[in-house]
Each structure stands twice: as structure tokens, then as C-alpha cells.
């Protein structure tokens, strides 16, 4: 299957690393232009630089989403694109009682509001143009949440309602909106966390050793391993393709099983 991007301009918020970064370096592979989005210019430069040097096209679009502002300098340095990949948030690690109200609201603008903000600011273009594409990720820990980070998890379920939602508004527009949503990804971030868990609880010393106990224990899947953000990526890239121009408000699934129920 050829995804083609080319002649497609695609903002990717948060990807100065993790899933962001590999969904950027994808895209650009299949010949979109890619506006890389972080807060810090020298990791943005750095992925835009390792994209240039591949062979592909890409430009830096530097915000933080919390603020209005930010949005619309970021809206400003993208310019008008066809795909807006929402995908820049944070997590913790915290439990349910740990985590304040305060923290919740934080946690909400930063995981859900920066997506709704960029939203407002590019996708009334594409819906003139006539054509566009809005992927979200999103998470299984929105349809199968844990104890701990509460206040993350229901942020991943506004992701995925808000998605559906936006599809429905876009009816007929040519403008698709919809989820791909990654169980747990080896990303950087994660690696160093689970490593932590893993020796404390004696799993091992070696990720080849930590992982299998790691999987069993905290996230049982078919598949008996973590996912590699390439997996995500190649999810993404196809939504933005025209092979998935009769897909919306669809929930793709990147997870090797992990989410157990038929819905
Ligand atoms: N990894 C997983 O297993 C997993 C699973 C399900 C869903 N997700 C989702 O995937 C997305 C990426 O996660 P990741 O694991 O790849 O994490 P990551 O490596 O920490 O990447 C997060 C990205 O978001 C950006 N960002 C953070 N706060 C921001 C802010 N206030 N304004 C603008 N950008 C901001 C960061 O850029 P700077 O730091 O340069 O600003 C960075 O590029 C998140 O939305 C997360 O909820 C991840």
C-alpha cells in the first residue's frame, strides 16, 4: 500500500519526541511536509533537522498549547494545513488521591483543550478547501482505566468522545476526524519508568529481563510485548491517507490486544 502524503502539509503537535516524533519522521518518509511542534526549539530543530537530512521537508512550529496565545503562533507558523495530528500531552504517575483538583484542571487543558485549540484555529481552512484530516491520539486507558492518573485517563476519554463529536460536525465536508489509540509505547519517557518498577520489584536488571514480567503483570496483550512508536505512526499515516478517505469517527486500536472488549 502506497499512503502518499505528498503535496500534504501536516502539523504534528508534541513531536520533539516519543510517538510525535516518530509519527513526524513517518509522515515526512511518505512525502508530507511536517511542521514539528514542541516548546523546545533545539529538540524541534533537531527532529526537523534529522527529517531534512533523510530527505524529506519539514519547518518548526514552537507553543506551549496551555496558553491561547502560544496557539495561535503555532497556528501562524504551520499555515494552512492538511493534516493536524493532535497529539502533544503529559502524563504522571500518581495515584487517584494524590492527584488535586487543581492538578486535574491542569491536566485537562494541557491533554485536552491544547487539541480543541488548534481545532478552532485549523480546521475551518480545511473544511473550505474541502479536504483534511484530524487524527487524536488518544489511549485504551480511556475505555479501560487503571487506579492510578485519573485525572490522564479522563482526559484520553474526552480525546476519543471529542473526536466522534468533531467527525459528526465535519458531515460532508471532506474532513475526517478520528482516534488512533496506543496501549502502552516504549517510548523513551515510558522505558525509564518501567525500568524503575521493574528492578524495584525484582523483575530484573535488563530491559529484555523486566519486559515479559512487566507485561504480564501490568499489561497483558496478545501480542506479550510493549509497542514501538513505529506501530503508532504507521496507524496515523494511513488515516491521513486517502485509503482511509471512508473512515471517521473511528477508533483504531493500536494496542496488540490489550483492551479486551468487542466496543
Ligand atoms: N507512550 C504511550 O504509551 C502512550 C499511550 C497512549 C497515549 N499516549 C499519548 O501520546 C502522546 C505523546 O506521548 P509520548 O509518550 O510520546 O510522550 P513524550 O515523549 O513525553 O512527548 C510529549 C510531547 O508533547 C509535547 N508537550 C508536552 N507538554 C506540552 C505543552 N504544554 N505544549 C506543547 N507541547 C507539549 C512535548 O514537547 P516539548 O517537551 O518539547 O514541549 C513532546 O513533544 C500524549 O498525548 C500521550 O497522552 C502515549
Do not use: G, K
Given at each position: 500500500m502506497n499512503t502518499n502524503l505528498s503535496g500534504k502539509r501536516a502539523l504534528v503537535t508534541g513531536?520533539?519526541?516519543g510517538l510525535g516524533e516518530a509519527i513526524a519522521k513517518m509522515m515526512a518518509r511518505e512525502g508530507a511536509h511536517v511542521v514539528v511542534h514542541g516548546r523546545d526549539a533545539w529538540r524541534a530543530e533537531a527532529v526537523a533537522t534529522a527529517i531534512r537530512v533523510d530527505g524529506g521537508s519539514a519547518t518548526v512550529a514552537l507553543g506551549d498549547l496551555t496558553s491561547d496565545e502560544a496557539a495561535d503562533a503555532v497556528a501562524r507558523a504551520a499555515g494552512p494545513v492538511d493534516v493536524l495530528v493532535n497529539n502533544a500531552g503529559a502524563y504522571h504517575h500518581a495515584s487517584w488521591f494524590e492527584t488535586t483538583p487543581a492538578q486535574w484542571a491542569q491536566s485537562l487543558d494541557l491533554n485536552v483543550i491544547s487539541g480543541v485549540r488548534m481545532v478552532h484555529r485549523l480546521v475551518p481552512a480545511m473544511r473550505e478547501r474541502g479536504w483534511g484530516r484530524v487524527i487524536t491520539i488518544g489511549g485504551g486507558l480511556a475505555i479501560q482505566p487503571m487506579p492510578m492518573q485519573p485525572d490522564y485517563q479522563a482526559a484520553l476519554a474526552a480525546r476519543h468522545n471529542l473526536a466522534v463529536s468533531l467527525a459528526r460536525a465535519l458531515a460532508g465536508t471532506g474532513v475526517t476526524s478520528n482516534v488512533v489509540a496506543p496501549g502502552a509505547i516504549l517510548v523513551p519517557a515510558v522505558e525509564q519508568f518501567l525500568r524503575e518498577i521493574g528492578k524495584q520489584r525484582g523483575w530484573g536488571s535488563t530491559w529484555e529481563e523486566i519486559e515479559p514480567t512487566l507485561v504480564r503483570e501490568m499489561v497483558p496483550n496478545d501480542v506479550g510485548r510493549l509497542g514501538h512508536p513505529d506501530e503508532i505512526a504507521a496507524a496515523v499515516t494511513f488515516l491521513a491517507s486517502?485509503?482511509?478517505?471512508?473512515?471517521?469517527g473511528a477508533v483504531l486500536r493500536v494496542d496488540g490486544g490489550t483492551i479486551r472488549s468487542v466496543a
Open positions: 513531536s520533539t519526541s486517502e485509503h482511509a478517505a471512508y473512515m471517521s
